[in-house]
Nanobody, 127 residues
């Protein structure tokens, strides 16, 4: 049984930083790409960052590129999301999920490509 646990969310002021963590158990972590998603109030969950199995390849959506950095530590079964220069528009529940393969393939940002989810961690950015 795959378990996903996100942590690190908090209330932060505009321009601040946060580091989210996500630990996965129940699968061979290093065999899979990992993605971070977020769900803003009233919106669907959508992918924002993805990292390949060994961490060499990363992908970001335009709204976070240059501000967020995804990384992973396969020895700890953990993926991270460093978020800098946060904006009120980043307020959302953040989730991570293991991909279906080792790489961030096309349309990696589609929720329907992922099957295992945690409870998420709330990030609130005040203006």
């Amino acid at each position: 049984q795959v378990q996903v646990v996100e942590s690190g969310g908090n209330l932060v002021q505009t321009g601040g930083s946060l580091r989210l963590s996500c630990t996965v158990s129940g699968l061979t972590f290093g065999d899979y790409a990992m993605a971070w998603f977020r769900q803003r109030p009233g919106q669907e969950r959508s992918g924002i960052a993805c990292i390949s199995w060994i961490g060499i390849d990363t992908s970001y959506v335009e709204s976070v590129e240059g501000r967020f950095t995804i990384s992973r530590d396969n020895a700890k079964n953990t993926v991270y999301l460093q978020m800098d220069r946060l904006k009120p528009g980043d307020t959302a529940m953040y989730y991570c999920a293991p991909g279906a393969s080792a790489y961030c393939s096309g349309a990696w940002y589609w929720e329907s490509k992922y099957n295992n989810w945690g409870q998420g961690t709330q990030v609130t950015v005040s203006s």
